[in-house]
């Protein structure tokens, strides 16, 4: 079909006529003069025409893209799925027995209210509406404003939210926030910057026993602010290579989650600080830390007095006695918490 000649309307430049088609651009002649579009992208958001014959070419061709790139999008989410996969059985052939010194391990994980109830504050499914907005637009998350990150395909309106809400089922994953107090498992991730950008991350210091805790902080906040949602046993550690970032899961019944109004009172940088400046609690680059086995004492014990007169009650003192026991640590002998907001 020619287009050429064609009558169209831009939302600013007003009334048009296509004069030139080259390649996946035309270029359309507007009383301000001569402006360059994608072709037919700019019809879904810019531009608009009365004529039928082109209406009807401009829908074919805008069905037949979001079409390629659904089918773009749902090979993306197998191969996710595949490598969750890979992750959960590979460390059995891969894992490495490690000798040295054993640390703890923090995650500093991007708010997530997927799934949000009494008992968790989320981290159970793709993100409300809301939060899918602020990760993106607001706190620019970088998995959140990757091309191929689902949430930010339906901000755009290239998919259903039921669409969305679906890759989240029968094991699926949308992103590690979503699937972490459903498969307790927690990655290293990939370096952002550097020469080393892209590259897998390592947990070279984590061992079984090791104490991991989940934490983020809510939008808006700041660092100071951080709290701890969850902590697990290590029972399950794939330490990484070049092309797999590490990860550390557990199966055990050591695992807590808190609550929304427990959470908050469990902050993290009460318990730990930076060693070159332990006044300020900031995590800066990556999303892993290491912490030692006084701090991890502190904050079991935290969570065996929040935890009283709770469900949980036994289970936290049991984790403590455990950890304690299994690790070798006298816990009476552990002091007060000396993080970044007690000093």
């Keep these: 079909m020619n287009i050429l000649g064609k009558a169209v309307k831009h939302k600013t430049f007003g009334d048009g006529t296509i004069q030139k088609l080259e390649k996946n651009h035309i270029i359309i002649s507007f009383s301000v003069g001569n402006k360059t579009f994608v072709f037919p992208d700019a019809f879904f ?19 037949e893209r979001q079409k390629q790139k659904l089918l773009a999008h749902e090979k993306k989410v197998k191969e996710l799925q595949q490598k969750a996969l890979f992750r959960s059985i590979a460390p059995a052939a891969k894992a490495k027995t490690r000798k040295g010194k054993r640390a703890n ?10 799934g949000k109830s009494k008992e968790q504050i989320g981290f159970y499914g793709v993100c409300s509406d809301k939060m ?3 990760n993106i637009k607001i706190e620019n998350r970088t998995w959140c404003n990757a091309e191929d990150c689902p949430c930010l395909e339906y901000l755009k ?3 259903t939210r039921e669409k969305l809400d679906s890759y989240c089922q029968d094991n699926g994953i949308v992103c590690y926030e979503s699937q972490m107090l459903k498969d307790w498992k927690a990655f290293a991730g990939v370096v952002q910057n550097g020469k080393r950008k892209g590259k897998a991350m390592k947990l070279q210091q984590v061992q079984k026993n090791s104490l991991c805790v989940l934490t983020t902080r809510t939008p808006g906040t700041g660092e100071n602010e951080r709290f701890i949602f969850a902590l697990f046993l290590v029972d399950d550690i794939y330490e990484g290579d070049e092309q797999e970032e590490g990860y550390v899961s557990t199966t055990s019944k050591y695992k807590i989650k808190l609550s929304p109004q427990e959470a908050k009172k469990m902050l993290f940088w009460n318990y730990h600080s930076n060693g070159n400046k332990p006044k300020n609690p900031a995590w800066s680059s990556g999303l892993h830390r290491y912490f030692t086995d006084e701090e991890a ?5 935290a969570v065996v007095e929040i935890k009283k007169e709770t469900a949980d009650s036994y289970l936290a003192v049991d984790f403590l006695e455990y950890y304690c026991g299994i690790n070798g640590i006298a816990g009476n002998t552990v002091g007060e918490a000396r993080g970044a907001l007690k000093r």
């Design 45 to 63: 958001s810019f531009l608009t025409t009365t004529d039928e014959e082109l209406n009807f070419l401009v829908g074919e061709l805008l069905e």
């Design 157 to 159: 309106g290239e998919i």
């Design 105 to 114: 391990v923090a995650f500093k994980c991007n708010f997530c209210d997927g």
């Design 297 to 301: 004492v502190q904050i079991l014990k």
């Design 132 to 134: 899918i907005y602020n």
